[in-house]
């Protein structure tokens, strides 16, 4: 089969992209300091724990309080709908699926949202994080996805993760089997981009909306370059 008759899944980072949240804080620091290292290739998934005691507690609480508050992105929401619109122009099977790199203990908060804000309509598999690293967990799916016979479009804010993902293609000499959407905001700004020196490859893209990246998507499904 080729790259351009396989089913598309398209999966969707939540914080940042459906719900509204503060620009990655980790990667803006990196960034800021020449060094954006990533995990290894396909590591492992190391399990996630609270700290211990009271302090766990209060952590926990807190978080999925501040989860429960996140006002949602309704143009992401509809941006989905437009996206799956292109498919079917060019006659293109496509699912949806979130990705997630949130922790275990916020997948309940997360999945009651998802079902009350009509997310659930459009996602057909959940993957949310089961370890410690979100772009390691997100990479690991998308190269599980891939492996299955899927050609993955992933969208992002997160250039760390968006790197990791990328990345997967390389698996796949020759062919365009692993494309990523990145969102533009002020933690991967041209002007950050350029101080760190951080090499982007051809299979991530940036865009500042829904809108812009279902124009690409558009063009690449018409020039069956995916």
């Known amino acids: 089969m ?13 914080d940042g992209i459906h719900f509204k949240a503060l620009p990655p804080i980790k990667t803006t620091l ?3 300091r020449k060094d954006i290292s990533l995990p290894q290739v396909n590591p492992p998934i190391e399990e996630y724990n609270l700290p211990e005691g009271w302090r766990g507690s209060v952590f926990s609480k807190w978080s999925i309080f501040c989860h429960r508050l996140s006002p949602i992105n309704k143009e ?4 989905l709908e437009v996206i799956r619109q292109v498919a079917m122009e ?3 099977q496509l699912k949806f699926a979130a990705l997630s790199g949130r922790e275990i203990y916020k997948h309940e908060i ?10 659930m309509e459009y996602f057909t598999d959940l993957h949310l994080n089961q370890g410690r690293s979100s772009s390691g967990w997100k990479e690991s799916v998308v190269r599980r996805l891939a492996k299955e016979g899927l050609n993955v479009v992933h969208i992002d804010d997160d250039l760390r993760s968006g790197l990791c993902v990328a990345r997967v293609n390389n698996d ?6 692993v494309l990523v959407y990145m969102m533009h905001n002020i933690s991967n700004h041209p002007r950050l981009l350029r101080r760190s020196g951080v090499e982007i490859p051809d299979n991530l893209v940036f865009v500042h909306s829904f809108k812009e990246a279902a ?12």
């Open 90 to 92: 060019h006659e293109r």
């Open 2 to 14: 080729s790259s351009t008759e396989r089913e598309i899944v398209f999966t969707n980072d939540l």
């Open 110 to 119: 997360t999945q009651r949202r998802l079902i009350k804000s009509g997310h």
């Open 172 to 177: 796949y000499p020759d062919k365009q089997r």
């Open 215 to 226: 124009i690409d998507f558009a063009a690449r499904l018409r020039n069956k370059t995916i």
């Open 30 to 32: 990196q960034l800021l």
């Open 76 to 79: 992401a929401l509809e941006g």
